[in-house]
């Protein structure tokens, strides 16, 4: 039961975490900083939170592996675990996309950046689609 809550809480922390970031914190850090200081923020602000959304899918996978699992079963045996390491590689992969675009002098607009950004994005929208999905589920079978 404790780790029904756990994951459920780690669902509801990614969905909120990636709704509230574009809604709430750059609209906020748009209107009150200049623009140094906004790339600056905004550039330490998304590293930590690509590195929170993998943090928070490796922790769910961790609590189902050692809490949900029957033993000798793998982990990648049930699709809700499959996604969610799906969704952790991708996340990763958005983490190294994230350094990418901050480390790098890149034209706003050029099609690399854009394609870049577009697939960062992309890969936020599933893990917040995939992971709402599995909330609604939980919610709606008890």
Request: charged content about 15%.
């Amino acid at each position: 039961m404790f780790a029904d809550i756990a994951l459920q809480t780690i669902l509801a922390a990614i969905v909120g975490g990636i709704w509230i970031t574009p809604l709430v914190v750059s609209p906020a850090a748009r209107a009150s900083l200049d623009s140094d200081a906004l790339r600056f923020f905004l550039k330490s602000f998304f590293f930590r939170f690509h590195l929170f959304i993998v943090l928070m899918l490796f922790s769910y996978l961790v609590i189902v592996y050692f809490f949900k699992l029957s033993e000798y079963e793998l982990i990648w045996a049930d699709t809700k675990n499959l996604a969610m390491l799906v969704l952790l590689g991708l996340n990763f992969v958005n983490l190294i996309l994230g350094l990418i675009i901050d480390n790098t002098k890149l034209d706003t607009e050029s099609a690399f950046f854009k394609i870049i950004h577009g697939l960062s994005v992309a890969i936020f929208a599933s893990t917040s689609f995939v992971s709402l999905y599995y909330l609604i589920e939980k919610f709606i079978s008890v």
